[in-house]
Structure formats: structure tokens, C-alpha cells
């Protein structure tokens, strides 16, 4: 069975920063890209980030240059650092397989999520 367990969210200030970790299990991980896709209460699912199973990056235009992703297929765990965060980032963050033709189009198996809000 697949399975996302993610973790590491929680309350900040806007400008603060946070460190979400998602362990996935029951797949070969290195065979995959990942991503991380948001959901705001009353709003669609927002794809955030995804990795390819070469490293390589893709980001969206609301979040270049504050998040970064990163995978270690020594320990099935993919980790996405917010920076300078605004109140737009509060949401639930989860991650899932990222199996479409492009990037950030077309997610499997999202686990269960870990909630950031941001707020003064």
C-alpha cells in the first residue's frame, strides 16, 4: 500500500519559515517524482513543488524563489523549505506521486497532510 506520512507543519509570522518532511513507503521511491500540492479552505488543490527522480526541480510562480524541495532515497523522504512565508501560504500541505506528462499536472496516493498557517 502507499502511503505519505507528512509532518513539520504548524503556526508562523509572515516572513517566517518552516520545514515540511514527507516519508513515503510502499513503493520503489527512486522510480517516481514527487510533489507537494497545497489546499486552502474553499479553494482548489494548488500543486506546489515536484522532483524528478533526477533531482531536477519545478516550482509555481507563487512559490519560486521562497520554497525549496529536496528528496534523500536513502530514507523514502522528500522535505520542502518555506521561507519567507505569507498569509496566502495557509493551507494543507500534502505530498503524493506526481505521475502526469508534465510536471504538476496529475498526482496519486496523497497521504494525509500537515497544516501551515501563517498569521500575525
Known amino acids: 500500500e502507499v502511503k505519505f506520512m507528512e509532518s513539520g507543519g504548524g503556526s508562523v509570522q509572515p516572513g517566517g519559515s518552516l520545514r515540511l518532511s514527507c516519508v513515503a513507503s510502499?513503493?520503489?521511491?527512486?522510480?517516481?517524482?514527487i510533489a507537494w500540492v497545497r489546499q486552502a479552505p474553499g479553494k482548489e488543490l494548488e500543486w506546489v513543488s515536484s522532483i524528478s527522480t533526477q533531482q531536477s526541480t519545478f516550482y509555481s510562480d507563487s512559490v519560486k524563489g521562497r520554497f525549496t524541495i529536496s528528496r534523500d532515497s536513502g530514507t523514502n523522504t522528500v522535505t520542502l523549505d518555506l521561507n519567507n512565508l505569507k498569509s496566502e501560504d495557509t493551507a494543507m500541505y500534502y505530498c503524493?506521486?506526481?505521475?502526469?506528462?508534465?510536471?504538476?499536472?496529475?498526482?496519486?496516493?496523497r497521504g494525509q497532510g500537515t497544516q501551515v498557517t501563517v498569521s500575525s
Open positions: 503524493a506521486q506526481d505521475v502526469g506528462s508534465r510536471f504538476g499536472k496529475a498526482f496519486n496516493n
Open positions: 510502499g513503493f520503489t521511491f527512486r522510480d517516481y517524482s
